[in-house]
């Protein structure tokens, strides 16, 4: 792929539908919307609003993390606090395609709103191939598809949405993003999913239970970065184990699951082989940082028949 040449035509495209009005991007902080991002800022400069959801299931210093690059790139980025609105609408909810589904019509109310407050028309995402494959085939709702599953953006929410990479896969996004002079750390970024910490909290999604989730995966990523992964991250399982506290007594807890794997593009993936020393030690850091988990699990099954994220 010439990557300077889809940077060009992409950046044309985005002037001619959004012409002289206002578009507003949706950034996450991922390579997929980074680059989306970027792409449309290159093309309307000012008449760009980057606007940031901190829904409550970002990683550990995400927000501040994500204002930071985007300042050093020039990029101004709106914070909008709304955790409270996501972690009400996940209130009560186990069943996992009915979490994506409230997660989903809050992204969008939420967005919705700020869109129609600023007197945007354009929404711009950083939906890839790989997102609407998915969708398409039914494997599971992807927050950021909409038209794919016959809901109308600009009916529903009052917008019209603008995908520059839908037709790219991921290797392919990383290499635009590196044609557009982004610093490595952005465009290497592992994936993280539109649904966040939510995707990794199986059972109820509350803000206790999400705390657990971003500490095991803050773990997880810290102890397998040195090795090449596509992702790696700590899921917090609905059931509870049988554990024993210091004292010899019986206790109940909670389990924790480490996953880790390599991929190309995220439609199939396998375990990656950590070494067990490593293992040992995310085991370790987890039990000692998060008191209540009485076991930690090493996840070894491919894609298929499992998906990369549990819910
Ligand atoms: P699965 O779990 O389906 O994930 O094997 C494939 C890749 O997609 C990411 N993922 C998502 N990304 N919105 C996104 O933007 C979503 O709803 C979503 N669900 C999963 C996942 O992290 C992996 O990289």
Request: charged share 25%.
């Amino acid at each position: 792929m010439d990557c300077r040449k889809f940077v060009r035509t992409q950046i044309e495209a985005i002037r001619k539908t959004v012409g002289e009005d206002l578009a507003i991007s949706a950034l996450s902080g991922g390579v997929d919307s980074t680059v989306a991002t970027v792409l449309a800022h290159q093309a309307l400069g000012r008449r760009l609003r980057v606007i940031f959801i901190d829904d409550g299931l970002m990683r550990h210093d995400e927000p501040r993390q994500v204002k930071a690059s985007f300042a050093r790139l020039g990029i101004g980025v709106e914070v909008l606090h709304t955790a409270d609105a996501f972690f009400d609408a996940l209130k009560g909810l186990t069943d996992p395609e009915e979490k994506r589904k409230a997660f989903r019509n809050t992204f969008y109310t939420v967005f919705g709103r700020a869109v129609r407050e600023s007197g945007a028309r354009f929404l711009v995402q950083g939906t890839i191939a790989a997102d609407i494959v998915e969708t398409k085939k039914g494997v599971k709702t992807q927050h950021n598809v909409l038209d794919q599953i016959g809901i109308s953006a600009e009916r529903g929410y009052g917008f019209q949405t603008i995908e520059p990479l839908k037709a790219l896969y991921k290797p392919a996004v990383r290499k635009v993003g590196k044609a557009l002079g982004l610093p490595r750390p952005l465009y290497e970024r592992m994936p993280f999913p539109g649904p966040g910490l939510s995707c990794r909290c199986l059972g109820e999604v509350t803000p206790e239970r999400i705390a657990i989730v971003r500490k095991a995966c803050r773990i997880v990523e810290e102890e397998t970065a040195r090795f090449k992964r596509f992702q790696a991250f700590g899921v917090l399982l609905a059931d509870q184990a049988t554990g024993v506290t210091r004292d010899g007594r019986r206790a109940f807890g909670q389990i924790v699951a480490v996953r880790s794997v390599d991929s190309e593009n995220a439609i199939t993936a396998s375990a990656t082989r950590l070494p067990w020393a490593t293992l040992m030690r995310i085991q370790r850091r987890i039990t000692r940082a998060i008191p209540s988990v009485v076991k930690v699990l090493y996840d070894l099954t491919p894609k298929p028949p499992s998906t990369i994220e549990y819910i």
